[in-house]
């Protein structure tokens, strides 16, 4: 069973940065795609970003593509979404969530289906 606490949401302005966290625990870490999903009221949750187990492979959303980076520390089981140049509609609450992958460390799955831990969420709000 894998255990994910998201942390370091908040306010920030437009045009401003912000990081959060995900760390993990109960089980091996570099065996779990990791994923950032959002999702706004009114809205369906979004994919925003994954990192392989490996911390080799990165994807992301249009959306997000040249502002966002996700990095991994997997001897702190620990992920980070990195979020610049923020705009008014990525304002939502950010999910980190967990896929298993096994010895497939270089997969990056989108699809919501694939993951199978999640966390609370924590909200980002973007003031204009």
């Known amino acids: 069973q894998v255990q994910l606490v998201e942390s370091g949401g908040g306010l920030v302005q437009v045009g401003g940065s912000l990081s959060v966290s995900c760390a993990a625990s109960?089980?091996?870490?570099?065996?779990?795609?990791m994923g950032w999903s959002r999702q706004a009221p009114g809205k369906e949750r979004e994919f925003v970003a994954v990192?392989?187990?490996?911390?080799?492979?990165?994807d992301y959303a249009d959306s997000v593509s040249g502002r966002f980076t996700i990095p991994r520390d997997n001897t702190k089981n620990t992920v980070f979404l990195q979020m610049n140049g923020l705009k008014p509609e990525d304002a939502a609450v950010y999910y980190c969530?967990?896929?298993?992958?096994?010895?497939?460390?270089?997969?990056?799955?989108?699809?919501?289906?694939?993951?199978?831990?999640w966390g609370r969420g924590i909200q980002v709000t973007v003031s204009s």
């Open positions: 109960g089980a091996t870490f570099s065996m779990y795609a």
């Open positions: 969530a967990a896929a298993y992958v096994g010895f497939a460390t270089v997969a990056v799955p989108r699809d919501r289906g694939e993951y199978g831990y």
């Open positions: 990192i392989s187990g490996n911390g080799h492979r990165i």
